[in-house]
């Protein structure tokens, strides 16, 4: 690891994004507009929102950031960077924690506006506080890059890319607990969301809703996402290969 | 130049991609200090003997040796410059980002780096186009950004796939009498790969390649006289037919 060469690739990366602008407002805005247009989805039942919307601020950054990186690492891989960037003296681990500063900087700002808008706004009742949201929002962030920079290695080209969000994300979205609580499912999908980090990405959330102060559950949610974001990280280096056929 | 080892030197270098093999036992060495031309058809191997040289690729068989340690090592990540066929930069950044970028990663301290990015930039006439994003910029110009960024640092070897495709003949002139430049100011080898043989007589040395196997190589004079040709096209033409002939004989 050297620390010139990853921040000078986080930089690089929010500079990318930088004369991307429409890229940015879409990261930022679409989570609070959907935030809003939930809260008068649950209109005549707002406790209801109380618990869906904790768990949406849990999911948005992953997914968003699933789809950035996905993409973003699947072009350095396909125009020719990467094989640039790993004939240089770039450590895998100085590209990947280039990325993960990157968009976890960026998933803050993200998850920052998010729950600031679903607690001061809309009247978002957490018994917890908004810093332990913004936590596990960071965690689920890092996870979501993760996942994207592991499943670029699969994707030939945008369009194989983009279809990994249906079959990465959308079962764990099914089975975090979101549409129906987790110990109420048919076992054996209660035994795989189990072994899903989103799972507790959202249990987390319900967590710091239900709770003044942080719990052991969710010291150890947080622990689970986190150390999920580390393992996948670890697996995505794994892929960036120097010699390739 | 009194008894330098070779910039580049394989013996019995053979790459593997899926079923096929790509290139087939080749021993060759290149000059220190020289410009030396890698030419052959497309298809003939150039791109993968050249991702050999630099590490990029995988199943590489035989000794390959540059600048005096194996292909790959990590000690010569700073030491040999790489251009791609297709150019490598990023599309949303502009040409001055790029280059900053590629200059942190390669290391040269922070002060130096506004310098050495307006030389390169210079080396390569892109100046007025510094505040450019890449992807907004012509083919060529866009080539001309990805080999600048091989320029930075101190590279001594240089090793450019196709760095004059596509380029208008006053361009192509200026950037040959850079690489000669680069070569005989800084003392920096140069290897460059080109299937258009007119640029053969720009060379000092060459490499011909055809179908994984080395040709023929030395001077463009040793070669047209080998072949009794007036030109480095016509010798390889030449080398080729009689290449056939010895594969099928009739």
């Known amino acids: 690891m050297n620390a010139t060469r990853t921040l000078a690739t986080s930089r690089r990366v929010l500079r990318q994004l930088s004369h991307d602008p429409r890229t940015i407002g879409l990261l930022l805005l679409v989570p609070?507009?959907?935030?809003?247009?939930?809260?008068?989805?649950?209109?005549?039942?707002?406790?209801?929102?109380?618990?869906?919307?904790?768990?949406?601020?849990?999911?948005?950054?992953?997914?968003?950031?699933f789809l950035v990186t996905s993409i973003a690492t699947l072009r350095e891989r396909t125009t020719g960077?990467?094989?640039?960037?790993?004939?240089?003296?770039?450590?895998?681990?100085?590209?990947?924690?280039?990325?993960?500063?990157?968009?976890?900087?960026?998933?803050?700002?993200?998850?920052s506006l998010a729950t600031g808008v679903a607690v001061w706004l809309l009247d978002l009742r957490i018994a917890g506080s908004p810093w332990l949201l913004l936590l596990v929002a960071l965690l689920d962030a890092l996870l979501g890059?993760?996942?994207?920079?592991?499943?670029?290695?699969?994707?030939?080209?945008?369009?194989?890319?983009?279809?990994?969000?249906?079959?990465?994300?959308?079962?764990?979205?099914?089975?975090?607990?979101?549409?129906?609580?987790?110990?109420?499912?048919?076992?054996?999908?209660?035994?795989?969301?189990?072994?899903?980090?989103?799972?507790?990405?959202v249990d987390g959330m319900t967590e710091v809703l239900r709770h003044t102060d942080p719990t052991g559950d969710f010291v150890r949610d947080a622990a689970v996402v986190a150390g999920s974001a580390l393992l996948v990280l670890a697996l995505g280096a794994v892929t960036l290969r120097r010699r390739t056929p | 130049m009194m008894n330098k080892p070779p910039?580049?030197?394989?013996?019995?270098?053979?790459?593997?991609?899926?079923?096929?093999?790509?290139?087939?036992?080749?021993a060759f060495d290149v000059e220190p200090g020289?410009?030396?031309?890698?030419?052959?058809?497309?298809?003939?191997?150039?791109?993968?003997?050249?991702?050999?040289?630099?590490?990029?690729?995988?199943?590489?068989?035989?000794?390959?040796?540059?600048?005096?340690?194996?292909?790959?090592?990590a000690s010569l990540r700073s030491r040999v410059g790489y251009v791609t066929q297709a150019?490598?930069?990023?599309?949303?950044?502009?040409a001055r980002q790029n280059l900053e970028y590629f200059a942190a990663v390669l290391g040269v301290p922070r002060r130096e780096r506004p310098e050495q990015r307006d030389r390169v930039l210079s080396d390569v006439d892109l100046t007025a186009h510094a505040d450019d994003l890449a992807g907004n910029l012509s083919g060529g110009q866009r080539s001309r950004v990805s080999l600048a960024v091989a320029l930075l640092g101190t590279p001594e070897l240089l090793v450019l796939d196709e760095p004059t495709v596509g380029l208008d003949p006053v361009l192509r002139r200026d950037l040959w009498a850079l690489f000669h430049r680069l070569a005989a100011d800084r003392g920096v080898t140069l290897l460059i790969s080109?299937?258009?043989?007119?640029?053969?007589?720009?060379?000092?040395?060459?490499?011909?390649?055809?179908?994984?196997?080395?040709?023929?190589?030395?001077?463009?004079?040793?070669?047209?006289?080998?072949?009794?040709?007036?030109?480095?096209?016509?010798?390889?033409?030449?080398?080729?037919?009689?290449?056939?002939?010895?594969?099928?004989?009739?």
């Not at chain 1, 960037?85 to 803050?108: E, N, Q, T, W």
């Open chain 1, 145 to 201: 890059t993760a996942l994207g920079l592991f499943v670029s290695a699969f994707a030939a080209s945008e369009f194989q890319v983009v279809q990994f969000m249906p079959a990465v994300i959308f079962p764990q979205i099914l089975l975090c607990g979101l549409f129906a609580p987790r110990d109420s499912m048919q076992p054996v999908l209660e035994a795989i969301s189990n072994v899903l980090p989103m799972s507790y990405a």
């Open chain 2, 34 to 73: 020289s410009v030396t031309g890698l030419l052959g058809p497309s298809g003939s191997g150039k791109s993968t003997l050249i991702r050999a040289i630099v590490g990029t690729q995988a199943k590489v068989t035989g000794t390959l040796d540059v600048l005096g340690w194996p292909a790959g090592s």
């Open chain 1, 32 to 65: 609070f507009l959907l935030l809003v247009l939930l809260y008068y989805v649950f209109d005549a039942d707002p406790r209801s929102f109380d618990s869906i919307g904790a768990s949406l601020l849990g999911i948005f950054p992953l997914v968003t950031m």
């Open chain 1, 81 to 111: 960077t990467l094989e640039r960037l790993l004939s240089m003296p770039l450590g895998k681990a100085d590209l990947i924690a280039g990325y993960a500063l990157a968009f976890g900087a960026l998933a803050v700002v993200q998850a």
């Open chain 2, 7 to 26: 910039a580049v030197s394989a013996r019995g270098l053979t790459v593997v991609r899926g079923a096929r093999t790509v290139l087939d036992g080749l």
């Open chain 2, 87 to 94: 150019p490598s930069v990023y599309d949303d950044l502009t």
């Open chain 2, 194 to 250: 080109s299937h258009v043989m007119d640029e053969a007589d720009r060379c000092e040395q060459l490499l011909l390649l055809r179908e994984g196997s080395l040709l023929a190589s030395g001077t463009p004079r040793e070669l047209r006289d080998l072949t009794g040709t007036d030109t480095v096209e016509d010798a390889f033409l030449t080398l080729v037919d009689s290449a056939r002939q010895h594969e099928y004989p009739r």
